[in-house]
């Protein structure tokens, strides 16, 4: 807090020590009568004030309801005993925030930011012309938690204030207790409307007077309506706002703030509300003017009339006002000239209705509201108004219909707001309605909006306003042509669309789509999500709808027809060129149909991934919409032209339906091969999401139609996909069979490409079995061919699983290499889930290496991927490797953490290799952490694992680690049979684990024979 005029030249210094004596007497009593203590709190003197540090059991609800009450008590009571020297008038700011104690006293941050608060000129300015004597202040976090939740703080004396001291640039919001009528403005005050002569430029002339000699004439210079009692939010923006107006004043320019959006967003009560708040800094005039662009039955205000009821409401006869409009103009402008007056012009037409209205000189203020955007016209800032955010809308609808909401209804009351599209109009209609029904509940208004998804706009109206008629202005204004486009695109299954799909809906080319795009965005009927990409509001779409549903049906099912070709055959042209990659073993999408002109130009990869993940949502959302209404050849077209790309990217949940859906489709209409494709695809999916029965059950029924029908190309692929999901559940004899016969497929039918995949798929069981040396001969074998086609991603397959290889007989920098140059492959596509595969093979051999720092990132990395994914195996792959990492790092703790984790997952997933894998990893930990019997039994549940699913290596590290748990508890000869045991396996493997465990064997061998001489 801080003493206003503590320095003042007529205080003598007795009268100051009388100052601060009574500052900290006012203290101690207010705090007491508030229930506060001051004695708990630490006081920082400041000379003129004191900084006071409550602890955080004082509760910040009495700083906010009862603490201003008591100190303006206070302080009367000082004041009447006191002279006029000696009498205290305080400003004091409030702030909650981390204090940081020192030798010299405290900082922080929130300690800078009151100092800022209590500093700021328009705190300063407010006391000095309020004649209470308390001016509080206090942070927009702490208004925001504090003061508004708390009934008796009467949060509506509070008003935002910009706060620009030093480098601070925030908002406060101030208040004057024992004033709290007296705010207009933030920082300004009634009291302090008052003008001196350097408040005018010297060069602006005399005005003169055009007011009858013999009538007069009154002039009215307030004509703001009343501003809105339920104003909610708008922060931000109002804070921009007034931050501009104070800039423009001092830069001597006349400000021109246009206020721009939809029809219901709350262009005019924002512009009100700033207006009453900015009234102080125009004491001259302050004006509002209809200019009537979409109030309905009247058409938009000519300027020349403008102008007109301009002059007289300020007293000009009218007999003195001129006929043509630059006269008049001038006229208004000559009035203007010297004065501060601040006018509002609302619901614009165009920049050409606003320009003759704008004053000259300095001075002034102009806020201009608009539907739409008036680019032309020269303003010193634009605000394009959104609708509210959750808490604001919240507010607003709580606040008008006059209800309580209680926690539990929370997710209601977001339903309810959601379905009005956070449209302040809407909001405040619904909430009328609500409490215009005290029958109703919330319940009761959730579960009507849920029954109709057009109820909010059949339900909006009240008297002569609703959200339909204000749309609808919007609308009438439109030309016949753009009406026609409007309605058109609201048949979008998407979200969102650009022009090339606005064209196909609209059967128009695509300049004549993106003119129509920018009017519409420039009217706020669109809004535009990122360049050249625009969505509807949800009410302005379900408004659309209902004009649409004046087209015959006919033309509604040909314009959705035109759109669904369109996203069908501009997603096979991306396909083509992103299959040249990836999927090798999977079906193709059909060959590419007559392209629409309308369709965007692919030819580069970047083109086509880029493509893709931008339409990725409307491609979805037009594939529901095609299985919803029974068109099958949409639903596999669309299905086979994303499947690469969501096979890639994801999301695999909805792919698993969409390819279901395409199924089914191709089943419907007995189309055989398509149906096997998709289920295919199918299993190929429920294969990433780590769901392998399904996915073998998926496979198995593609494979039996592809035999069927004697499509050996299919049959392939399919084995090979079939191989992958058997090695996920440990079958690896039935995987070896398959990538087998679709080896000896491929070789028969000249297909390298599956040559190569089968090749590396059996190069895979080959490790598992223990069969190292076969292992990397059919890696590189698979290698020489894809080199040999060129194919990059094939090879980063190929040297991925060669790296794997490489590391298992200890060639640890050779996979290092490997998984790097695989890794940059799949970073370039944005595979994500071979990403994850290979940064955790990258780190396995970089903690086999010695460096477990950067296997913990790339574990890390590979983790954070699979989530973003859902590729729950490579989840249990990271978390597993990583343990191991972090144990060699000695953080056990984090280490048994994310053992845990994987155990968890694989135990789900039913994958025994990973299990046995795990608890390895686990037992090494415990045996580390001193704990040598625990880890002997994570080892032998190992052990049962690896030898139930035939996997050698699990099996060795098994054994090797009983043995080291055993040397511990004490038992040398059991020791040497298990590692003499794990040795014989690991020299079969030819595994990197073989000379360690013969060293070690080596070491022991002497010390046995000595005790067995000894006994």
């Not at 007795?14 to 101690?28: D, F």
């Not at 000869?973 to 595994?991: C, K, P, Q, S, V």
Request: aromatic share 6%.
């Amino acid at each position: 807090m801080d003493v206003e005029g503590y320095g003042n030249e007529h205080r003598t210094n007795q009268h100051r020590l009388a100052v601060r004596h009574g500052m900290y007497e006012i203290l101690q009593v207010a705090f007491g009568r508030a229930g506060l203590s001051l004695d708990k709190c630490q006081l920082d003197d400041c000379g003129d004030g004191v900084m006071v540090l409550a602890p955080p059991d004082q509760p910040k609800s009495l700083f906010a309801e009862a603490l201003p009450g008591q100190l303006v008590a206070a302080l009367r009571e000082h004041n009447g005993k006191h002279a006029e020297e000696a009498r205290i008038r305080l400003r004091v700011a409030l702030h909650a925030g981390e204090i940081y104690p020192d030798d010299h006293g405290f900082a922080g941050a929130a300690i800078n930011l009151t100092f800022r608060l209590i500093d700021s000129t328009p705190v300063r300015n407010a006391l000095a012309g309020s004649p209470g004597v308390l001016a509080m202040v206090v942070s927009s976090w702490f208004f925001e938690e504090v003061i508004r939740h708390c009934a008796g703080a009467h949060a509506g004396s509070y008003r935002p204030l910009p706060v620009e001291v030093k480098e601070t640039s925030t908002t406060g919001w101030i208040c004057l207790p024992d004033q709290p009528l007296a705010i207009e403005a933030p920082g300004r005050y009634l009291v302090t409307s008052r003008r001196t002569a350097e408040d005018h430029p010297r060069s602006i002339p005399e005005q003169r007077s055009y007011a009858s000699p013999t009538r007069g004439r009154t002039s009215i210079t307030w004509t703001l309506p009343r501003d809105t009692a339920s104003f909610t939010g708008r922060t931000e923006e109002l804070t921009r706002l007034i931050k501009a107006a104070r800039e423009e004043v001092g830069r001597q320019v006349v400000g021109i703030q246009a206020i721009d959006g939809m029809a219901g967003i709350g262009k005019t009560s924002f512009a009100t509300h700033a207006a009453h708040l900015m009234a102080g800094r125009f004491p001259d005039a302050q004006l509002f003017l209809r200019l009537h662009a979409h109030t309905p039955g009247q058409t938009p205000v000519k300027s020349t009339d403008a102008l007109a009821s301009l002059l007289t409401t300020v007293g000009v006869d009218a007999q003195h006002i001129p006929a043509d409009l630059d006269a008049r103009a001038a006229m208004w402008r000559d009035w203007v000239a010297g004065k501060r007056v601040l006018l509002v012009l609302d619901d614009a037409d165009s920049h050409r209705q606003v320009e003759p209205l704008l004053p000259a000189t300095p001075g002034c203020l102009v806020l201009v509201t608009s539907r739409r955007r008036l680019t032309a016209l020269d303003t010193t800032i634009t605000l394009s108004l959104d609708t509210l955010p959750t808490r604001e809308a919240t507010d607003l609808f709580t606040s008008l219909s006059q209800r309580e909401v209680p926690g539990p209804q929370a997710d209601l009351l977001a339903d309810v707001i959601g379905s009005c599209g956070h449209l302040p109009l809407a909001i405040s209609l619904l909430a009328g309605r609500l409490r215009d029904h005290p029958t109703w509940s919330l319940e009761d208004l959730a579960s009507n909006l849920h029954e109709s998804h057009d109820w909010v706009i059949r339900q909006t109206h009240s008297e002569e306003v609703a959200v339909t008629a204000a749309f609808h202005l919007s609308y009438c204004n439109l030309q016949a042509s753009r009406q026609r486009f409007f309605r058109y695109i609201s048949l979008h299954p998407g979200t969102e669309f650009e022009v090339h799909s606005a064209a196909a809906l609209a059967d128009i080319p695509i300049a004549d789509a993106r003119l129509h795009l920018d009017s519409l965005y420039n009217d706020h009927l669109l809004n535009e999500t990122a360049r050249e990409r625009y969505r509807m509001h949800d009410l302005v779409r379900e408004y659309s709808r209902t004009l649409v549903e004046d087209e015959t049906a006919d033309d509604r099912e040909q314009a959705v027809q035109r759109l669904l070709d369109h996203y069908k055959n501009t997603a096979a042209t991306a396909d083509r060129i992103i299959t040249a990659e990836l999927m090798r073993d999977a079906p193709r999408a059909e060959p590419l149909e007559a392209s629409s002109p309308a369709a965007p130009a692919l030819s580069t990869r970047d083109d086509a991934w880029k493509w893709m993940h931008t339409e990725s949502a409307n491609l979805l959302a037009c594939a529901r919409y095609a299985a919803a209404r029974s068109l099958p050849e949409q639903v596999i077209g669309l299905a086979a032209a994303t499947a690469a790309f969501l096979d890639t990217v994801g999301p695999w949940d909805q792919a698993v339906v969409l390819h279901s859906d395409a199924a089914a489709a191709a089943q419907g209409i007995g189309d055989s091969l398509h149906t096997a494709d998709a289920l295919h695809r199918v299993g190929r999916v429920r294969h990433r999401m780590a769901e392998y029965s399904a996915a073998i059950s998926a496979l198995s029924g593609a494979y039996e139609i592809y035999c069927g029908l004697d499509h050996k190309l299919g049959q392939v692929g399919t084995l090979i996909q079939l191989g992958r999901a058997w090695r996920q559940t440990d079958e690896y004899s039935q995987a070896a069979d398959a990538y087998l016969e679709a080896l000896s497929l491929s070789r028969a039918l000249g297909d390298r490409i599956d040559e190569a995949c089968a090749l590396n798929g059996l190069g895979i069981i080959r490790l598992v079995n223990g069969d190292y040396t076969a292992a990397i001969s059919e890696h590189s074998k698979a290698l020489d061919i894809y080199t040999t086609l060129g194919d990059h991603i094939g090879q980063a397959d190929a040297v991925n699983e060669l790296g794997v290889a490489k590391r298992m007989t200890g060639d640890y920098i050779s996979a290092i290499e490997l998984h790097e140059r695989a890794l940059d492959v799949y970073r370039s596509l944005g595979d994500g889930f071979h990403q994850a595969l290979t940064l955790n093979n990258l780190g396995t051999a970089l903690r086999a290496k010695g460096e477990p720092g950067k296997a913990i990132g790339a574990h890390r990395e590979a983790l954070d991927i699979a989530k973003n994914f859902g590729d729950r195996i490579g989840q249990a792959i990271a978390l597993s490797e990583l343990g191991a990492a972090q144990a060699m790092t000695k953080n056990f703790s984090a280490a048994m953490a994310s053992h845990d984790r994987a155990l968890a997952l694989y135990r789900t997933l039913g994958q025994h290799l990973g299990v046995a894998e795990t608890l390895n990893h686990k037992g090494t930990l415990l045996l580390a952490s001193g704990r040598p019997t625990e880890a002997k039994a994570q080892h032998q549940m190992a052990l049962r694992e690896a030898r139930t699913i035939n996997t050698p290596i699990e099996e060795a590290r098994a054994l090797a680690g009983i043995g080291r748990c055993v040397a511990v508890l004490g038992d040398p000869a059991l020791t040497l049979d298990h590692f003499h045991e794990a040795l014989a396996i690991y020299e079969r493997l030819g595994a990197a684990e073989r000379f360690a465990i013969a060293e070690t064997i080596a070491d022991l061998a002497p010390a046995q024979r000595n005790s067995s001489l000894a006994d």
